[in-house]
């Protein structure tokens, strides 16, 4: 079993639809990214939380270290939102070493 | 820069060659990461660089495989005699190295093995 699960794995919406994507964890953790992946583009980090919640513009980033759960929340989604969203998480220690969830492929159609 | 740099952005390999990826990370950051990301797989971890440090090399998935940073700034990934499994997007990454900094990705290097 992956230690970062994300769900779902693909997600299809319609422009100014309101998304979420989760991703639950088994390990403990010291902080937690939420990652996006343009087509055939680098990486981007949007969050690092390790409680709470944090808001970026449209979007919105919860966790819930209790239950080993993360959220993201895309308010009024447009097409330019289009893109892999990765969470991963950092499981502390001395290193830094980020294990990551297999992503949510989002698409938004106008 | 303002950012992580890598280069090339793209290979085209033999199998059996040599190749050999930069990473320029961002000014100041000591913690420097490289990442794989092969088709239809989520990313791994290959190995980190943090300061003087011997780096965590618990990720390189074979002795094929070696990195090393110099004057803790720049960092090379090498592959020799590569394989078609090989072939992936190899990303890097840094950041202030503090145990909760926040990571900043290059563009990766898409590395084809013919």
């Known amino acids: 079993k992956n230690e970062v699960e994300q769900s779902p794995q693909n997600l299809t919406a319609q422009e100014g639809e309101f998304i979420t994507i989760n991703c639950s964890y088994s390990?403990?953790?010291?902080?937690l990214h939420w990652l996006q992946q343009h087509p055939g583009g680098g990486i981007v980090s949007l969050f690092m939380?390790?409680?709470g919640k944090k808001k970026h513009g449209r979007l919105i980033a919860t966790i819930n270290i209790q239950e080993k759960h993360s959220s993201l929340h895309i308010t009024a989604s447009h097409p330019r939102d289009s893109a892999v969203y990765i969470c991963a998480v950092n499981s502390g220690g001395s290193n830094y070493k980020l294990t990551f969830g297999k992503g949510t492929l989002l698409t938004v159609n106008p | 820069g303002a950012g992580v740099s890598q280069s090339p952005s793209n290979k085209v390999t033999e199998k059996g060659k040599d190749v050999e990826l930069r990473c320029d990370p961002i000014?100041?950051?000591?913690?420097l990461y490289w990442y794989r990301q092969s088709l239809g797989q989520g990313l791994e971890f290959l190995i980190y660089f943090q300061g003087n440090s011997a780096p965590d090399k618990s990720g390189l998935p074979s002795d094929r495989f070696s990195a090393e940073r110099t004057g803790g700034s720049v960092s090379t990934l090498t592959i020799q005699r590569t394989q078609q499994e090989d072939s992936a997007v190899y990303l890097c990454a840094s950041s202030l190295g503090q145990a909760k900094g926040e990571a900043f990705f290059g563009q990766g290097t898409r590395l084809t093995v013919v």
């Open positions: 000014s100041g950051h000591t913690a």
């Open positions: 390990v403990g953790i010291s902080a």
């Open positions: 939380l390790s409680s």
